[in-house]
């Protein structure tokens, strides 16, 4: 378990003492920070540009908070102007954005709104699921309250463990909440004490660990320590962009036009004109084994998801991707009008 933290610390690039895994896919850390973070009656602000940003207003809501949010259409983003308006606004006490949202392929900037929210004394929760390991992020100088990921997306662990950490101004807030947080399970103060995290000498017994979970996450975090963080990012953008060239060079579309808000793990295709998508993604399913998704929550219908991520992340891979494509689009049925 320290050998996970200390993985963690890095991945995150964080020194924070609160830093665990919850025993649960992403959605649990989802729930963990903003069961944790969040009493009812707080303002909480969710920065909407896919899914991610809906669902979390949806677990802020299930908890009594009020929740306020920002939108952008699927594909766009926010300046930290816009942040800023909203932050004066609704005055909350949490923001959440998503640096890899997923749903529409966007890598969202993160530098300075860290020092916005903390201006306007407000924590910043930041879903790096799909991003960490695969585009920088320094937790600690980017001044982020609370970030989490899952453990089957660059790490290539199987499912069932998310890393989080919680910074002192996050903790400040949590340990002197005047209600208890509404999930036992999620418990912060029980969480950090089973992870030895809380400095006290005894760890009293709070859940049983998914223990098979967390051997394969440590030996995860240990790949990604050898490869090293800086190359595991210019691996996965320079496999980006190869991907990226050869779609174009096929006819197919970028969904996000700005290069430098690419998500590098997951790339968003506009729905090629004249096919039903939903062919194009069975058809290399049964023929080349391979699970291309469609869009999800506010991109469905618009765009084609294909993630190369951890290990998948290889020239080799995107080739497999790109001719799977190819064959697909001359077999589908493409419509004349
Ligand atoms: N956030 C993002 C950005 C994701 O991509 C995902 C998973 N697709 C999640 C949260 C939820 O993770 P999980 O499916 O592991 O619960």
């Not at 790949?223 to 006819?251: C, N, P, Q």
Request: charged share 20%.
């Amino acid at each position: 378990m320290a050998d996970i933290r200390s993985g963690i610390q890095y991945m995150f690039q964080t020194r924070n003492p609160v830093t665990l895994a919850v025993s649960g896919t992403g959605h649990s850390a989802m729930e963990c920070a903003i069961f944790n973070a969040v009493e009812a009656g707080d303002s909480v602000l969710a920065a909407v540009n896919g899914i991610w940003g809906e669902r979390a207003a949806d677990m802020a809501e299930r908890i009594g908070a009020r929740v306020n949010t920002i939108v952008a259409p699927p594909g766009g983003f926010f300046t930290n102007a816009q942040i800023e308006q909203a932050l004066s606004k609704h005055k909350p006490v949490l923001l959440f954005l998503a640096h890899g949202e997923s749903s529409t392929g966007i890598l969202h900037p993160l530098d300075g709104i860290g020092h916005l929210c903390h201006k306007h004394d407000c924590l910043l929760l930041v879903d790096s699921v799909a991003s960490i390991g695969g585009a920088p992020v320094y937790m600690d100088q980017q001044g982020i309250d609370i970030l989490y990921t899952g453990s089957q997306k660059v790490l290539n662990a199987p499912p069932g463990t998310a890393p989080i950490s919680f910074s002192e101004r996050a903790c400040r807030k949590i340990f002197n909440r005047r209600t208890k947080p509404a999930s036992f399970f999620l418990d912060l103060s029980w969480l950090s004490n089973y992870w030895g995290c809380d400095g006290k000498a005894t760890r009293v017994y709070h859940h049983t660990g998914p223990v098979s979970a967390f051997y394969a996450l440590r030996e995860s975090l240990a790949i990604l320590v050898e490869e090293g963080l800086e190359h595991s990012w210019e691996r996965h953008g320079k496999v980006a962009e190869y991907f990226h060239t050869g779609l174009e060079r096929m006819g197919l579309k970028l969904f996000v036009e700005d290069k430098a808000l690419r998500l590098p793990t997951v790339t968003t295709i506009v729905a090629p004109h004249g096919y039903d998508w939903k062919e194009i993604t069975s058809y290399i399913m049964k023929t080349h084994n391979l699970e291309i998704s469609g869009g999800l929550g506010p991109s469905t219908g618009m765009v084609l998801r294909v993630g190369l991520m951890g290990c998948n992340s290889s020239i080799s891979s995107a080739d497999m991707v790109l001719a799977a494509l190819r064959d697909a689009l001359t077999h589908c049925h493409k419509s004349k009008v």
